[in-house]
């Protein structure tokens, strides 16, 4: 824009000249007058972008103010709102006098002080510069180039008409013209507009995140960067006197010398170096990669420059990856698990270690394509393409058995596992997934299932066995006690029927010791069923059949159901374990108490059923209250029982998945406490 007002300037100038009259002249001079109005502007707008002060610039007040009086000067100029003098003289032609008219004045002092102040700046600027020559370079172009018109236009223009009242001499425009295109070319011609040129300046180098270190031939350091010297906490003036092995951490001896050697070569064979080294800083110990390369001056060597590259995280993070690396590849071995890659795109196989191991291989032995198609049998290897091919159109995860007949002739099974990864398109780029050798897993499974077939096989044996042997031993016994009745009935021999009584007792004790061997046995084997309960029902007919036991007229049977839902269970399971509480409570209730009794009382949600069987009978001692549950566990050797309904119904419950308790004092009575859960 400055050079352009410039030109500007400059045509109205020379349309001004070469006209012949007065009127003619003010025309050109009015319509070119912006030109030079506004050059002051211009300048301090221009040296406020160059000295780096956006900030100024970009506020609007400085806008107004640079603008703003010169858009009132122009208006009452273009207005005529004095008048312009225009005189003819034989050298210059016509020329304007500003020396009339106060405003006239005040608007070329008003120009004059805004090109002082853009030099000012420029050369406080130019002052300022110190590493960056390049830099300096160009800033001294333009302050000249600003300053040879500026200062001959303030003297010609300005100071010769306003203070000695003689006419201006009117140069300025042209000299500031060619001037101004001069500085562009001439920045133009050594590039001092181009970035590339300035990247090559010391600022860079000092700036640049690599410790730069030059040194002479006796490994004195002659020259340091920034990034160095601010890395090393070295201070700027005694660096010479550091030589640089005082800079290094060395491992060891053979370090030391390897150092040595290379500064030794790169000297000699004039050849750039990388060694790996540690460097002491005031943060401690940095791992470093360092280049050396001569610093050769007239073709002789004078020093070498070193570029020296913190790599310490980067140090971590490869041991770091290689830890995990070397984690993964134990977990792989130990667990049996390989891993691959397709890449679909590329067609590429990468396998790792356990999986050339798993096919029989050494890792990288030959190509994974290679050994696949020649180890998997060809009917599989149809399928598990075919499998691979819809994942690759899916994009759902494969998961597959196959076989391998390994090159030794042995044979495994694997079971695969493969996540197909799209690109944005939504089209299948890579398959990552693992091999699993499952083949002593699978005769593992297949002897499970050989001995779980024979297991069955004895244990329906067994339970047939128990069956009909428990079935023919009742038999007879029913029949024992049959006569038992006849012939109780036929005698009235006391001495015979407490003998009868005697052997009916035996024989009762014997039918209930069977019984609960066949439903243990029952419990052991067979199937968790889902019956609808009905207490009410199922209860009224236990105790009807419980009346058969002694004393059992004595004891009054109380139930109480609180039907809240539906319930469901195994019913033969739950027969069981309240049969054998019952049949406990009224058993073992108090000859000595008068109103002996046994309350039932069922509360069913839709959760659980929770049952209390409680009686006030002869209690058991509070250290024995989980002993009673053990298999044929007696209280005492006069106790009526097996020993083993309890633990019958503790078994039965865990079938049921429920649980039982008790709370009983020796004396006082008993609680048994069951929770069935309702499914
Ligand atoms: P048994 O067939 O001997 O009754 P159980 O396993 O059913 O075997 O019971 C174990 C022992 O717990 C019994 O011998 C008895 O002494 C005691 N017992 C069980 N229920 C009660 C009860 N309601 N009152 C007092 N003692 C009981």
């Known amino acids: 824009m400055l050079t352009l007002a410039c030109a500007l300037w400059q045509t109205g100038d020379s349309l ?95 120009v004059t002080v805004q090109v002082l102040v853009s030099l000012v700046l420029l050369f406080i600027h130019t002052f300022k510069i110190k590493n960056d020559k390049l830099l300096k370079k160009q800033s001294y172009f333009i302050t000249i180039g600003m300053t040879i018109p500026i200062v001959t236009g303030v003297v010609a223009e300005v100071i010769i008409p306003t203070l000695f009242h003689r006419p201006a001499i009117p140069v300025t425009s042209t000299s500031m013209s060619l001037l101004s295109f001069a500085t562009v070319m001439a920045l133009k011609r ?120 913190d790599i310490t995280e980067l140090k971590k993070t490869h041991e770091l990856i290689k830890k995990k690396e070397e984690l993964l590849e134990d977990a792989q071995q130990i667990s049996h698990v390989g891993s691959w890659e397709w890449n679909i795109r590329a067609n590429t196989v990468q396998w790792s270690d356990e999986q050339y191991r798993i096919y029989g291989y050494e890792p990288g032995e030959r190509s994974p394509f290679e050994i696949w198609s020649g180890e998997v049998p060809d009917e599989e290897q149809k399928i598990i393409k075919n499998i691979f091919q819809k994942a690759c ?139 609808e309960i009905n207490f009410c029902d199922l209860l009224n007919g236990m105790i009807e059949n419980l009346k058969y036991i002694n004393n059992a007229h004595k004891v009054d049977v109380r139930v109480q159901v609180r039907n809240g839902a539906l319930f469901c269970s195994d019913k033969s399971r739950v027969s069981i374990i309240l049969n054998n509480l019952i049949a406990n409570a009224i058993r ?38 989980d002993k009673i549950f053990e298999m044929f566990y007696r209280v005492s050797e006069s106790s009526k029982g097996s020993g083993l309904g309890l633990y019958i119904a503790k078994e039965a419950l865990k079938k049921l998945n429920g649980t039982i308790t008790v709370e009983s004092e020796k004396g006082k009575g008993s609680s048994f406490k069951i929770s069935i859960p309702n499914s």
């Open 190 to 309: 050594y590039k001092l507009f181009t970035v590339s040129e300035l990247i090559n300046n010391e600022t860079l180098i000092e700036t640049l995140p690599i410790i730069l270190i030059s040194v002479s031939e006796q490994k004195r350091i002659t020259y340091i960067n920034k990034t160095g010297i601010e890395t090393l906490g070295l201070i700027k003036k005694d660096i010479s006197a550091i030589n640089m092995n005082q800079l290094f951490l060395y491992k060891s001896k053979e370090d030391e010398m390897a150092f040595a050697k290379i500064c030794e070569r790169t000297i000699k064979y004039m050849q750039v170096e990388n060694f790996e080294s540690a460097l002491i800083t005031p943060n401690g110990k940095i791992d470093i990669i360092l280049s050396s390369a001569p610093i050769i001056n007239n073709n002789k060597v004078q020093g070498i420059l070193f570029a020296v590259r």
């Open 588 to 625: 073992y209730s108090n000859p000595d108490n008068n109103n002996p009794y046994v309350e039932i009382i069922v509360d069913i949600t839709d959760r659980e059923a929770n049952i209390i069987v409680a009686d006030n009978g002869i209690g058991i001692d509070n250290n024995l209250h």
């Open 393 to 531: 159109f899916d994009h759902k995860p494969v998961s597959c058995y196959h076989k391998i007949l390994r090159p030794n002739g042995a044979e495994a099974i694997v079971h695969v596992h493969g996540k197909v990864t799209v690109d944005e398109n939504n089209n299948a780029i890579r398959i990552t997934g693992t091999t699993q050798d499952i083949t002593e897993l699978k005769q593992k499974e297949e002897m499970l299932q050989k001995q779980n077939e024979e297991l069955q096989k004895i244990n329906s044996e067994l339970d047939k066995f128990v069956y009909s042997v428990s079935h023919d031993l009742r038999a007879p016994l029913t029949s024992m006690l049959g006569i038992i009745e006849i012939t109780g009935e036929e005698t009235k021999d006391p001495f015979v029927t407490d003998h009868l009584n005697l052997l009916k007792t035996s024989i009762l004790k014997l039918d209930q010791f069977i019984l609960d061997i066949l439903n243990y046995s029952r419990n052991a084997r067979q199937e968790v069923k889902k019956d």
């Open 16 to 110: 001004k000249r070469i006209v012949t009259t007065a009127t003619a002249a003010d025309i050109w001079d009015t319509i070119f007058s912006p030109s030079w109005i506004f050059i002051g502007s211009l300048c301090v707008h221009f040296s406020l972008t160059y000295t780096q002060r956006a900030r100024i610039v970009s506020s609007p007040f400085t806008i107004l103010l640079l603008y703003g009086p010169g858009i009132v000067f122009l208006s009452l100029y273009q207005m005529h709102y004095y008048e312009h003098i225009i005189q003819y003289f034989p050298f210059f032609g016509w020329v304007n006098f500003h020396n009339k008219n106060i405003i006239d004045v005040v608007q070329i002092y008003w």
